[in-house]
T-cell receptor, first 115, second 117 residues
Framework: NAGVTQTPKFRILKIGQSMTLQCTQD?????MYWYRQDPGMGLKLIYYSVGAGITDKGEVPNGYNVSRSTTEDFPLRLELAAPSQTSVYFC??????????????FGPGTRLTVT | AQTVTQSQPEMSVQEAETVTLSCTYD???????LFWYKQPPSRQMILVIRQEAYKQQNATENRFSVNFQKAAKSFSLKISDSQLGDAAMYFCAYRSAWGGATNKLIFGTGTLLAVQP
């Protein structure tokens, strides 16, 4: 298993540009998440998904969109990039069934700079 | 809302010595999970140890152990026989056991651990 993979590893965007951060997991996990990590801070939840076709907002969703057309993929879309979106982005996945929640596995992160 | 606080931005330890990282949290829930994650320079988030709030026994994973004080809402991580590879940012995290659909983790701000040879 590759686990959770993210592309790209690094990206520099100009203000107003758009991009999609890719996330794929091969563990057949039903839950997937996007977090952002600002310098000196812990991770904050942007969006999450409990299964294909179902997504919902986390703590800091403004400026982002997600989709979940398959179990494996959970791309994060940035429209009209702003300097405030300069951060490291982590994708994670986990498996949850009735009464039991398993651990979240994280991808290696994408470092995004908006200038 | 739940919060997680790590009051030590940086810590240093000599190789082979023991170090304890502090974490406190605030919640009104009685059932939850607590975690310590390690983030080395590679940025990969690695789960170090997990504690279920309903278990009184402190979790242990090889050289890593926790001191879980539920009444005090304290969850410290002890690293014994520190190794150079332990140098990393360590995050304390909380997850509700009955968090509805989100199942999200709530993170502290991290403690940067340096290991001196």
């Amino acid at each position: 298993n590759a686990g959770v993979t993210q592309t790209p590893k690094f990206r520099i965007l100009k203000i107003g540009q758009s991009m999609t951060l890719q996330c794929t997991q091969d563990m057949n996990h039903n839950y997937m998440y996007w977090y952002r990590q600002d310098p000196g801070m812990g991770l904050k939840l942007i969006y999450y998904s409990v299964g294909a076709g179902i997504t919902d907002k986390g703590e800091v969703p403004n400026g982002y969109n997600v989709s979940r057309s398959t179990t494996e993929d959970f791309p994060l879309r940035l429209e009209l990039a702003a300097p405030s979106q300069t951060s490291v982005y982590f994708c994670a996945s986990s498996y949850r069934e009735t009464g039991v929640t398993y651990e979240q596995y994280f991808g290696p992160g994408t470092r995004l700079t908006v200038t | 809302a739940q919060t997680v606080t790590q009051s030590q931005p940086e810590m240093s330890v000599q190789e082979a010595e023991t170090v304890t990282l502090s974490c406190t949290y605030d919640t009104s829930e009685s059932d939850y999970y607590l975690f310590w994650y390690k983030q080395p320079p590679s940025r990969q988030m690695i789960l170090v140890i997990r504690q279920e709030a309903y278990k009184q026994q402190n979790a242990t994973e090889n050289r890593f152990s926790v001191n879980f004080q539920k009444a005090a809402k304290s969850f410290s991580l002890k690293i014994s026989d520190s190794q150079l590879g332990d140098a990393a940012m360590y995050f304390c995290a909380y997850r509700s056991a009955w968090g509805g659909a989100t199942n999200k983790l709530i993170f502290g701000t991290g403690t940067l651990l340096a290991v001196q040879p």
